[in-house]
């Protein structure tokens, strides 16, 4: 089990209690309101760490921006270890502590953050909008949210390569992850794992079983030599044709409707 520390802000509010602001996406939000109720914080923790003495568990730390905050993350869960030592509680002593890279700041010193954290997992949601300056529940721009964006291409290589040198595992969650075709990027890219609701595992499943790796990795090094959006998707297109072509003997059913209406 993953457990995540509490992630209130920006669109996940609390009843009452989380004070209003102006711009809640950019405000006090998961480990910022950690940060700023520690007991609360605390709270969770030695909870997450008693929970660990009952079988495998990770700890994932939202809103990570860069090193000094993971630290100090690290500096609570050894008070909280300490604390539950005292009071002879068990817990996983070598329980892994993980950052959600969704800031791009994080991504950019993701290199730095790889060598003191035991895993990534990568929140494309947030991860998308901050970087493209998109608000998407916002209707008048909610047209440039866009995951197949050459910058959200470059910042996720980054992520990934900082993961593979580190020698940490990366996962992706979010919407693109449960999205087929962007599957395929992800894993062509070197990603780990990806998390998704239950009802979209048995079409990312299937699409990803019809694809060989090096198809995947093949994929992503013609759509990074693309400048634009639209290039981008050109290739995808011409790629999908491609594994319907290689699928035919397989009667792959799911390439051919994605290969009219992919989700991109």
Request: glycine residues 6%; proline residues 4%.
């Amino acid at each position: 089990v993953v457990f995540r520390t509490l992630d209130f802000g920006g669109d996940k509010l609390a009843s009452g209690e989380v004070a209003r602001e102006l711009n809640p996406f950019m405000g006090q939000r998961a480990i910022r309101l950690c940060f700023s109720q520690p007991e609360l914080f605390h709270q969770q923790l030695r909870a997450m760490l008693r929970a660990s003495a009952y079988g495998k568990a990770k700890i994932l730390i939202p809103m990570i921006s860069g090193v000094e905050e993971f630290l100090e993350v690290k500096r609570h869960i050894r008070h909280c270890k300490a604390e539950l030592k005292l009071q002879k509680i068990p817990f996983d002593r070598r329980i892994k502590v993980g950052a959600m890279i969704e800031v791009p700041s994080a991504a950019i010193v993701a290199d730095d953050l790889a060598r003191v954290c035991d895993f990534f997992s990568i929140g494309t949601n947030d991860l998308i909008q901050y970087t493209l300056a998109v608000d998407r529940s916002n209707e008048r721009v909610a047209y440039l949210y866009e995951p197949l964006h050459p910058a959200i291409l470059k910042l996720l290589k980054i992520i990934i390569a900082a993961a593979r040198k580190g020698g940490i595992p990366v996962t992706v969650c979010g919407e693109v992850a449960a999205d087929p075709m962007m599957a395929v990027v992800l894993l062509g890219m070197g990603v780990d794992e990806l998390s998704m609701s239950a009802v979209n595992i048995p079409q990312v499943k299937k699409l990803v079983r019809s694809i060989t790796l090096n198809e995947a990795k093949s994929l992503v090094e013609d759509i990074l030599t693309q400048q634009t959006i639209d290039g981008i998707k050109k290739v995808v297109r011409r790629h999908l044709k491609s594994y319907v072509k290689a699928n035919k003997a397989r009667g792959s059913q799911l390439l051919r409707e994605s290969a009219e209406t992919v989700r991109i």
